[in-house]
């Protein structure tokens, strides 16, 4: 426990920084795409710019399927008869979350599928 103890205020730091950045990403893209549409008539570049640039649905998608696959990893381990530092419990996290990197190829390939050209 003291182990913990001593890397849970890095973690939590870090954590919190990268939760302000991607806040101030997305505020920086949204007053980016205002100030395009804003500026009078665009072209086709500038509208295919604007659409491309609507990304941040699929990158939620894989955060969220990541924290879910590893949650249910480590509630899985938590179940098993194995103990924390046991080599079993990283290969069943792992596992995991590559099911949850699987899955959001398998979903943004079919979205891809169907989307139009």
Do not use: C
Not at 26 to 52: C, W
Not at 58 to 79: A, D, S
């Amino acid at each position: 426990m003291e182990k913990l103890d001593l890397i849970l205020p890095y973690v939590m730091t870090t954590v919190i920084l990268i939760i302000i950045t991607v806040i101030i990403t997305h505020l920086f893209n949204f007053h980016l795409k205002k100030r395009i549409i804003q500026s009078g008539p665009i072209d086709e570049n500038a509208v295919k710019f604007l659409y491309t640039s609507a990304g941040p649905a699929h990158e939620n998608l894989k955060w969220g399927l990541l924290f879910l696959m590893g949650g249910l990893g480590l509630v899985v381990i938590q179940f098993t008869p194995f103990t924390i530092d046991a080599p079993i419990t990283y290969g069943i996290e792992s596992i995991f979350l590559a099911a949850g990197f699987f899955l959001y190829y398998l979903i943004v390939r079919k979205k891809k599928k169907y989307q139009k050209p």
